[in-house]
C-alpha cells in the first residue's frame, strides 16, 4: 500500500491552516488549562504516530521539557517502528518517558477469553495504556493529555474510555489533514508526518484501510458536512459518492455516544449537565 | 483630559477569572492603578470584566444590584480617572442583565444593558440573561458617549442610534472567542471586527474604543486585539497579541468636528426618512400571511 500524500499532495484549501497562529492559540490553551487547574505537567501515550507526537510537541513548548512525560507502551504485536519514532521523538524534545511493555497485562486477560477478536483485543489494549496514564497522571501530579483529531471523534475512530479519554486535548479541533499541516510546520520529524496513519493495535492495521477511505478525501466531505452544514443532495451536488456521503453520515450519527457523557436518568428538577449546566473551568 | 482638547485613553485587555468576583475587582484596581499612572483619564474593561464570560448557572451568584455594597466598591475605582467595566446586573424583579457601566468622580454615569444576547453556536447567553431594550448616549467628561456590548454591534441599528443621537464615540467591551483558522495571519473573528469597528467609526465619524479580553475558557481562546479608532476609520493604536496589555491612546477630540466638516455624513442622514420607511417595512411585515 502507499503511504498517504501527508506532506506531497496539495492540501484541500479550505482546511488549508496559518500553523504559527494555530501553535500559538494551542500551546496558550495548554499552558492556560493546565496551570489554571493548579497543574504544571502532562503524561502523555506517545504511540510514534503523528497525533500524539504533534501534541507532544506543542506540550514541550507550552510547559517546557521537564514537565512532559512520553508513556510508550507496546503489545508484543506492535510495530517496532512506532517504539523507534515514539524514542525518536522523545530523543528530538529532551522529554521523560516510561515505558512499559503492556504485553504480560494484556496476554493475563486475553488467555481467560480466547474467543476475542480483534476489536476487543484492540479496545483492551487502548483502555490498558488509559489506566496507565491516569496511575501516572497521579504518581507524577499530572494531566493527561489527549491526542484525538476531530476528524477521529467525529467518526468514532478510537475507543471510548480509551485513546478518547484525557482531561484536555488540544487537537480535538483539527481534521487530521491539519494534523498533518501543523506537525509538519512544529518540526515532528517527516518520517511520522508521512508514514501510514494507523492504531497499530495489531500487524499491518491502517486507518485508510479500516475506514475504506483515504482521510484527504473523509476532510473533505466533513468540512462540507459539518462545518458548512451541506444537505445530503448538495454533497451530491459538489461530487461525492453517494456511498461515501452514507457510510461518513452514519458513522458520524451512530458514534454520537462516544462523544457525550453517560446519558442520565432524568428524576430531579436539576440534572448533572442537563439543567445543571457550569463551565469546567468554574471559578479559575 | 488637558486643556488642549486632548483625551489619553486605556484599555485594559484583560484575562478575568471565570466565576471570582473577588479576585476579579482586586485584579481591576490594579489596572486602575496602573492606567492611572499612565495619566490615562478613561480606562475600558472587557464584556463582563468582573466575572468572566462562559459563566452558565453561575451567572446569578456572580450578579450585584445597582444598590449595594458591592456597586460602591466599583464606583470607588473610578475616582481618579473614569472607568467603564462589564458585570452582571440584578434587576430588582430578580431578572440578569449582562451589563456595562460607566463609571466616574466616584459615581455611576451610565449603564448599558447588552440587548443583542447571542443565542446560536458556541453561544447560549439568552439563556441566563434578560436583553436590554434601549440604546442611550450619555454625557461625559470628554464628550457624547455610548456603550454596545459585543454582539450588539453586529446589529447596524444600534450603533446608528447612537450615532444619531451625536456621540463623540462608541465604546465597545468585548468578550469575542477566537475561531476561524485558515491560512490568514489573524483569526476569522479578528478580521471581522476590525472591519466592523473600523466601518462604524469611518461611515458615523465617531471615535471607537474595542477592548475585548483573552486568555481561555472552556477550551475557548478569547482573541484579544483591542483597538482604538479615529472618526476616519484609522486605526490609532491596537494590540494585536492575545496576551494582558493596556493599550494607551491619546485621542484628539477636535478630530470629530474636523472629519464632519470633511464628510458631513451625520448632517446629510434623513433621519424622517428612516423613520417612515422602517415603519413601512414594518406593517407590511406584519401584515404579511404566514
Redesign the interface.
Known sequence: MSAPASLTEPVFPPLAINPELVRGILVGFIKNEVRKVGFERVVLNLSGGVDSSLVAFLATEALGKDNVKALILPYKDSDPKSRSDALEVVAQLGIRHLEIDITPQIDAYLARVPEADQVRRGNKMARERMTIAYDQSVAWRALVIGTSNKTELLLGYGTIYGDMASAINPIGDLYKTQVWQLADAVGVPTAIVQKAPSADLWTGQSDETELGFQYRMIDQLLYYLVERRYTEEELKRQGFDEAFITEIMRRVRENQYKRRLPVIAKLSSRTIDRDFRYPRDWGR | MSDNGRLSVALAQIDP????RGRNLERHRQWVEQAAETGASLLVFPELSLTGY?????VPDSAIQLDSKEMRDLAALSTKLDVVLGAVIESPDHRYFNASLYFSRGELLHVHRKVYLPTYGMFDEQRYFAPGDRFRSFATPFGRAGMLVCEDIWHLSSAYILSLEGVDMIICPSSSP?RG???????GTAESYALVCRTYAQFLTTFFLYCNRV?????A?FWGGSMVIGPNGDIIAQHQD?DEALVLATLDLADVRRERLANPLLRDERLELTINELRRVWHERTRKPY
Open positions: 477569572a471565570l466565576g471570582d462562559f459563566l452558565k448557572d453561575l477566537g483558522i485558515t491560512t490568514d495571519e489573524r483569526l486568555g481561555f475558557e472552556d477550551g481562546n492575545a
